[in-house]
């Protein structure tokens, strides 16, 4: 099966302030703020929300393709993905600029002073699926991205025929009213967070009915409480998955995403597809950084069943001639 996940590929460059950035705020100066803070430790760490998205679904033994714009300081990043299964030869990349990156400094309080350079991510605009795919893709994903090129992307989808998920998420402050409902037209599923449902039936004038309407599978996160599946008619509610071990959420909706779509790809019923989401997002919760968690399909099906009936659904990951005829 051909899957095109779409959106952004960055670099996180995660630092740490051992002290409290409100100690240097001066009220009467913050018209003329000029301040260096010394951070102890900087990580870097491979993330964009499409290449976490494809990263997870290459863990859950697809072998989804990347599309997006890079700059000349991918190669690195490229060899990575590859190595864990996803193909990046849908990838662009402009060698007059840098990847995208994210550039977070984080107090003792957790507060956070952070930059976005979009680099070569404002190229997207500039290409199409037929530009880089020979062919019809069974499923595209539309996730966050340069705001034209998920226009563009969702306008070639409907011309084209081609199955899409339309995943907003972070561009939806972004996005206008009329943007995101002409975007979402066509769409065999909307992934989004409650707060972001919220801005979108603000935006529109739609009503959560209304969207349900629209869209023939609406899921909306919950975060520790889990996720909202609207299917025919019906409200399938999806707990989270169990863990005593969180670190960090960044990154937790984008591999919820890629266990959904492993899910809906194989046929399984909705909630059995939520509730794989939800471990695949329990396993990044559990680490530092997005790309930084790894585990078998066998331990992966035995912890499912520690707490969920999958009917012996799951079984079909462990097949490898299944596979390879998913990949």
Wanted: hydrophobic residues 40%; charged residues 20%.
């Amino acid at each position: 099966m051909d899957i095109i996940v779409t959106g952004s590929i960055a670099y996180d460059y995660l630092m740490r302030f051992p002290g409290r950035f409100t100690d240097y705020f001066i009220r009467e100066q913050l018209h003329q703020v000029s301040l260096s803070f010394l951070v102890d430790e900087m990580t870097k760490h491979w993330g964009g929300v499409a290449a976490n998205i494809a990263f997870n679904m290459a863990l859950m033994g697809l072998r989804p393709r990347l599309m997006g714009t890079v700059g000349r300081d991918f190669p690195e990043y490229r060899a990575w993905l590859e190595r864990v299964g996803v193909d990046t030869s849908t990838v662009r990349q402009i060698d007059e600029v840098f990847t995208a990156s994210f550039f977070a400094n984080t107090d003792l309080d957790n507060n956070q002073i952070a930059s976005f350079y979009t680099g070569a991510m404002s190229y997207a605009k500039n290409y199409r699926l037929a530009d880089v795919f020979d062919g019809k893709p069974d499923l595209v994903m539309i996730s966050p991205n340069d705001p034209q090129a998920m226009s563009n992307l969702a306008q070639e989808c409907r011309e084209r025929g081609i199955r899409f998920i339309y995943d907003p998420s972070q561009q939806v402050p972004r996005l206008s009213g009329e943007e995101l409902y002409r975007d979402m037209q066509g769409a065999y599923a909307l992934v989004v967070n409650a707060y972001e449902a919220e801005i979108i039936c603000k935006k529109t004038g739609q009503t959560l009915d209304d969207l349900r309407r629209t869209i023939e599978i609406l899921v909306i996160t919950q975060g520790a409480r889990g996720s909202h599946i609207y299917h025919n008619g019906d409200l399938i509610e999806v707990p989270a998955f169990p863990t005593d071990h969180i670190k960090d959420p960044t990154g937790v909706g984008d591999a919820f995403r890629a266990g959904l779509v492993r899910g809906l790809v194989a046929g399984w019923p909705m909630k059995l597809a939520g509730l794989v989401g939800a471990l695949c997002a329990t396993y990044v919760l559990e680490q530092v950084g997005t790309q930084n968690h790894s585990y078998s399909l066998p331990d992966f099906v035995q912890r499912f069943r520690a707490h969920f009936d999958d009917e012996g659904r799951l079984d079909s990951l462990l097949e490898p001639a299944s596979r390879l005829a998913a990949s």
